[in-house]
């Protein structure tokens, strides 16, 4: 009975990529939008326990060995740990090569999303360049910021496929007024501010993946000021986007978008206080770095809920030509 289930998983997976539908592109894609939350917070994982140094070489872990092995100035947990991460890499870059090639190979082709598709892998691999500077900077928080950065970049591509695969091609038809598309755009790149600045604060702060790695030189009140007030103004247009979507009739979609983006917000506030009153304890580090890609893309996924590109395109059925009979004979 295994055996059946797993060859028919199998069978599944293969024709999601092969023979792919618009409905199994979007959750191949969806995916690849979980993969790069699961690489967020096992980085996190990594910063927290100290073991970003656990692989002291790149490509290779120590020395000649591409996997852990025994070193007296390394613990054997950090060495997994940060090779585990490591590894989660790889499996995101397999799951953005399947969706590159389930975009080549749906039907009828739509060339935006081969291109979204394609951002995926190259970003992975762009990810694990800049993972190999962290490493031979030891950790340098410049690098490790632009490290984090890149995820939520790339979750761009990831999310714009999962949204475009399960709508049309139309030219995009406005559910709102340009005024709250404008207040959807703001909100954007409030979120980004928030992301910015909270690596800031991790670069200044406890957690720096090695006890002998670089600190930036703010002191960590200011910075956590300054993270806190952006969260302030992030939360204050949520508020407003929610009051304008009522007022102006937009669709569910959008204000349910609205709605999750506030809660998200107001949970992120309350764990990001509550960490600070307690010296930023490490699972509630973790959780803060959960909530704030959650953010981002909810974010994002309220932006597209506010235009309509129409119904997803369908194939042409496959007609067989109808062979005329033999005569037969008399």
């Not at 996190?44 to 060995?65: E, H, Y």
């Not at 691999?125 to 962290?134: C, F, L, R, S």
């Not at 695969?165 to 038809?173: K, L, Q």
Request: include cysteine.
């Amino acid at each position: 009975m295994a055996e059946r289930r797993t060859s028919s998983l199998l069978t599944r997976t293969r024709d999601a990529v092969w023979r792919p539908t618009a409905g199994s592109l979007r959750l191949l894609a969806l995916v690849g939008v979980l993969g790069n939350v699961v690489i967020v917070v096992s980085g996190g994982a990594v910063r927290v326990t100290k073991s970003g140094l656990g692989c002291p070489d790149w490509p290779r872990c120590s020395g000649d060995s591409l996997v852990p092995t025994h070193d007296p100035e390394h613990h054997w947990l950090n060495m997994s740990i940060e090779f585990g991460n490591r590894l989660i890499t790889f499996v995101v870059l397999g799951v953005g090569v399947l969706v590159f090639v389930a975009a080549l190979r749906l039907r009828p082709r739509r060339k935006d999303l081969v291109w979204w598709a394609l951002a995926q892998p190259m970003s992975v691999v762009a990810q694990a360049v800049i993972g190999g500077i962290v490493v031979l900077t030891k950790l340098h928080p410049a690098a490790v910021s632009l490290h984090f950065l890149v995820s939520p970049a790339l979750l761009v591509f990831c999310v714009a496929l999962w949204v475009r695969a399960g709508e049309g091609d139309a030219p995009p038809r406005p559910l709102a007024g340009p005024w709250t598309r404008r207040l959807a755009a703001a909100l954007l790149v409030s979120c980004a501010a928030v992301l910015v600045a909270g690596t800031v604060v991790t670069g200044t702060g406890p957690h720096a993946g090695d006890a002998e790695s670089r600190r930036y030189g703010f002191d960590i009140t200011d910075v956590a000021r300054v993270h806190g007030e952006l969260a302030w103004v992030t939360i204050g247009l949520t508020l407003v986007m929610i009051l304008v979507l009522h007022r102006t009739g937009a669709p569910a979609a959008a204000r349910r978008r609205a709605h999750e983006l506030a809660g998200i917000i107001v949970v992120q506030g309350a764990i990001g206080y509550i960490q600070y009153a307690l010296g930023v304890p490490e699972g509630l580090v973790l959780l803060h770095m959960l909530g704030a890609v959650l953010m981002w893309i909810t974010a994002f996924r309220l932006f597209f809920a506010l235009r309509d590109r129409g119904q997803v395109p369908t194939a042409a059925p496959v007609v067989e030509p109808v062979q005329a009979e033999a005569p037969q004979p008399a």
